[in-house]
């Protein structure tokens, strides 16, 4: 195999970071660089012996300096889209209002998340329920105590993403395009696979179970507060009275 000694390497693997910083700084890798200006992982570690290296390089050649601002760019975006989507709904948002919100400009906007369907994806992606690690679920050793853990996940992510669950109470058509897509690429929330593995009534389908079990969670976590402003008093309880009358529907 024909070494890549070409002194045009260099600026490949400069040029893919710079774009990988434009449009992904989250994912900072050299596994990532080495993709995007296709050649070996190996190469990019022999041109700059660390991801520091790097880092030091792009600042040298190219002026851009890949901080932990940079890193935090994502989350920022996300925050600002949030912000904009409550205030004036999915459909009365502007990226560009997102973009001046996130001090980025519009076209980093554009180019990660493609627009205000991709913001919606993101969020509900990454920070609604189908965020919640199966490993955490499938380590209960009780099937209850696997309910359990799902519910409280929930609920603390409804605690920490209020705003986030007013969009799913009233979805626009960007919003419910936005589910379909989270669908086809996650698939179900993760409790769904370990309903399937459980010994449920044959008649049960683990679908509806799962559905019934979020209805259960957003009526009380959700709806109750944003409808009649009964805020959930005790969480904890709250997860042991809707994981047992799950567990008693179910068995």
Not at 35 to 47: E, N, Q
Not at 140 to 150: M, N, S, Y
């Amino acid at each position: 195999m024909k070494p890549e000694s070409s002194p045009n390497v260099r600026e490949r693997i400069l040029d893919a970071s710079l774009r990988l910083i434009e449009s992904s700084p989250e994912e900072f890798t050299m596994d990532r660089v080495a993709a995007g200006a296709g050649v070996s992982r190996a190469t990019v570690y022999r041109r700059f012996g660390s991801v520091e290296g790097l880092r030091s390089a792009l600042c040298e050649a190219r002026g851009v300096a890949v901080s932990a601002d940079r890193a935090g760019t994502h989350a920022r975006v996300l925050d600002a889209a949030l912000s904009e989507f409550t205030r004036a709904g999915v459909h009365g948002a502007t990226m560009q209002g997102i973009a001046e919100l996130a001090g980025v400009s519009p076209m980093t906007l554009y180019n990660r998340f493609g627009d205000k369907e991709g913001l919606v994806l993101a969020l509900i992606s990454e920070r609604g329920p189908i965020s919640l690690s199966l490993a955490s679920l499938a380590g209960a050793e009780r099937f209850e105590d696997k309910i359990a853990a799902f519910v409280t996940g929930v609920l603390q992510i409804i605690e920490d993403q209020r705003d986030l669950f007013g969009l799913v109470v009233a979805p626009d058509p960007i919003t419910r395009r936005a589910f379909q897509r989270m669908k086809a690429n996650h698939g179900d929330l993760p409790l769904a696979s370990l309903l399937e593995a459980a010994e449920l009534p044959p008649d049960i389908d683990p679908r509806v179970a799962v559905s019934s079990l979020m209805g259960m969670i957003i009526g009380n976590a959700v709806i109750r507060p944003i409808l009649f402003g009964e805020e959930v008093a005790d969480r904890a309880v709250l997860a042991e009275q809707i994981t047992r009358l799950f567990i008693k529907g179910v068995s």
